[in-house]
């Protein structure tokens, strides 16, 4: 009769496999046999079957306390939301963003306004020299800027005035100051100066000379003058990083502004 | 199948940090890993420590984790927090099995089957009588034999399962099963006047 303890290992590791199902149909048929003849191989099956059971009868033990994790237990610390961090750096993005924006459109006209009190300082300069009519025309520029419209006939009609006046100065009295008139920009209403019937036909060319010179007073005041475009090139070039800056908080703020509406977004 | 998906996704909140999702699983799985962790310890205290170690070191290598039964996986983790608790024990040597006087109240199972309202007194004590008698005999096992014996016939895993979880090939399971279970035999023939009869093992009736 076999017993447990005298049985090779190889035996036994067979009969405990029999026990949990894991022989294939070989082993299984093997076995089977081997059982039929030996009785002391099936007590030592049998031995075998009810240390199995006892094990499988143990009781399960119930936990003594929940072994749930807290965030020290794993080291680290509780995750803060993100939520009112991303709101407070995105209200602070926009509030940047509006002052450089502000600063950006103060300093644009900040760099606007040299220009054009020295567009208006020349203008008052060829008035001392130029014709009247040039200066009249100046003035009108900078007195009225809505009526540019009409500018360029009261501008003839004041070149035309200029001749004649051109003239009588050339008789008699000296250069004539801008008309108080025109001064207020009335040019149409201004009364035609009187000039004597029989001085009319003689000093064309005189006044066709005086009308080409207030013309070309005339072109010199439109165009830029040459410290204007200066001015203009360095406020560009001083608005360039404030503007870059504006850009680059703007993006910032709205990058910022959708992770907090994504931050905000339950899980 | 729908615990499965559960699971499944549970582990990929896990991963991504979500600790409530890995405490979810730890509620599912930890009365398994506590008995697995005092059937080897035999020690109420060292397997709730081991239990919890078991855990801590689950989530923190979630990553380690590509698929595969996150049970025995996470058994694994657990018999190797078992085996940390053993080695700490071997260098501090407490008192010999022998001399233990056990008190059964303060055993966990004992307060369970004090509160089975079905068991009569007689089969209660018989029922006690074999589970020290196994559990005696489990601890003097060595503790790979030990592992074995309890991952397959205390917590039921085939041998696959217990193979992935003590990360060894399923051949060493079964042997280690095998040996374990005579060994076992061996260990309770001196416990045959106690056992009830049902349940007595054949060298205490046979010449």
Known sequence: ?267 | MARMLDEQRLLQDARRGDLEAFNRLVLAHQSAVYNVAYRILGDPAAAADAAQEAFISAYRHLKDHRGGSFRAWLMRIATNACYDSLRREKRRPAESLDDVDEDDADRPDAWERLADPQAGPEREALRAELNRALEDCLRRLPAEFRIAAVLVDVEGYDYQEAATAIGKPVGTVKSRVARARARLRDCLRQYGELLPSSLRLSDETSP
Request: charged share 20%; aromatic share 2%; no cysteine.
């Open chain 1, 1 to 267: 009769m076999s017993r447990l303890s005298d049985l090779p290992p190889d035996v036994i590791e067979t009969l405990s496999a029999a026990l949990d199902g894991a022989l294939n149909s070989k082993e299984q048929a093997g076995l089977q046999a081997r059982l039929r003849d030996d009785e002391g191989l099936r007590l030592a099956l049998e031995e075998l079957r009810q240390v199995r059971a006892g094990l499988g009868m143990l009781p399960r033990l119930r936990a003594p306390r929940n072994f749930t994790l807290t965030p020290e237990m794993v080291g680290r610390r509780a995750a803060r939301p993100a939520y009112p961090r991303l709101r407070l750096a995105t209200a602070l993005a926009a509030l940047a963003f509006a002052l450089t924006f502000g600063l950006d459109t103060f300093a644009l006209r900040f760099a606007a306004m040299p220009t054009a009190l020295q567009a208006s300082a020349p203008a008052e300069g060829i008035g001392a020299e130029a014709p009247p009519a040039a200066a009249a025309e100046m003035m009108l520029e900078a007195a009225a800027p809505a009526e540019a419209t009409p500018a360029p006939s009261a501008a003839n009609d004041a070149a035309e005035r200029s001749a004649v006046d051109a003239f009588s100065s050339a008789t008699a009295t000296p250069l004539p100051t801008v008309d108080p008139a025109l001064k207020a920009g009335n040019v149409g209403e201004a009364p035609a100066p009187e000039a004597p019937a029989a001085a009319l036909p003689a000093p064309t060319q005189a006044a066709e000379l005086e009308a080409q010179e207030s013309d070309q007073a005339l072109a010199d005041a439109l165009e830029p003058l040459p410290q204007e475009q200066a001015a203009r090139r360095e406020s560009r070039w001083t608005a360039r990083p404030l503007q870059m800056m504006t850009a680059a908080l703007g993006l910032l703020a709205l990058g910022l502004g959708v992770l907090t509406l994504r931050a905000r977004r339950p899980t």
